[in-house]
């Protein structure tokens, strides 16, 4: 396995954005660097795409450019909006310098002729189809569209457009979204998250209906647990960095179970 990439995007990823997020993400980006110089998809044309630094900085760049590209969606961007992306950048830790940078690249993002697809593109090419990468940034969008406008208006289907840019089904913004609300609901804010929404984002989250049966729900339980244990993804290649997160999802998992065997019992 090679580990040069890992190590060296976990060390620019804590130098530039300050923190263990944003170690975690500058990993997943230098693995994303070793999967790249290892496959035979080395493909010509992706020149300075296989440094590491270059990955990070054209990750950055078009993370906060498409955000508030879609907080444009309506034709303005409200205060919420703008409180929503700058959470995102604490929550990566930024520095100053890189406050200002992702402020740029977010109003650049707002210009009507902002090209949105050439970027996407770019952004897929540039993260040498690594997905596990690419879902942190449509988590990061979802995200901030969330805590800034609720996914109302426009919003909901411009990100439906990114994620199949980026390679995911548009199921994957309802999967983030449920994931995100319930998280919502733990936080304590349970009056703005009432039983009924919790109970909708916990059968999104398993990937079944509202009339599966028990057993359905059940086997749905199981095989998403089953296939997203932490030391099996490990297995599979995930860095071990972010066996944190995975272990994060299997609670989401867990959690959207016992929610539906609790409404279930009470009905």
């Known amino acids: 396995m090679q580990w040069t990439g890992k190590i060296i995007g976990a060390l620019l990823g804590f130098v530039i ?18 999967t790249w110089r290892t496959s ?3 493909r010509s044309g992706f020149g300075a795409y296989g440094d590491p630094a270059a990955i990070q900085n054209g990750f950055f760049a078009t993370v906060f450019a498409v955000m508030g590209h879609l907080a444009k969606a309506d034709g303005r961007v409200s205060e919420a909006e703008v409180a929503a992306a700058r959470a995102v950048m604490r929550d990566l830790g ?11 690249a977010y109003t650049r993002g707002k210009a009507v002729d902002y090209p949105l697809a050439s970027e996407l593109s770019q952004l897929a090419a540039l993260c040498a189809a690594r997905r596990d990468l690419l879902w942190v940034f449509l988590e990061l969008q979802v995200r901030a569209a969330l805590m800034g406008n609720d996914l109302s208006g426009p919003v909901r289907a411009l990100l439906g ?14 999967q983030i979204e449920a994931a995100l609300r319930m998280q919502r609901g733990r936080g304590g804010k349970q009056s703005t998250v009432g039983q009924g929404e919790r109970v909708r984002a916990a059968y999104s989250v398993l990937g079944v209906d509202a009339t599966a049966s028990d057993e359905t729900v059940k086997k749905a339980y199981r095989r998403l647990m089953s296939e997203n244990h932490p030391d099996k993804l490990v297995a599979r290649g995930l860095p071990e960095s972010m066996q944190a997160l995975a272990t994060e999802k299997t609670q989401r998992i867990r959690e959207a179970y016992e929610t539906i065997c609790e409404y279930r019992r009470q009905r």
């Open 17 to 34: 954005w300050r923190g263990p997020f944003g170690a975690l993400l500058g990993a997943l980006i230098g693995n994303a660097y070793d």
């Open 40 to 42: 035979s998809g080395a």
């Open 94 to 104: 930024l520095n100053e310098a890189h406050v200002v940078r992702a402020i740029d």
């Open 161 to 174: 457009g990114v994620a199949e840019r980026l390679g995911f089904d548009v199921a994957a913004v309802s």
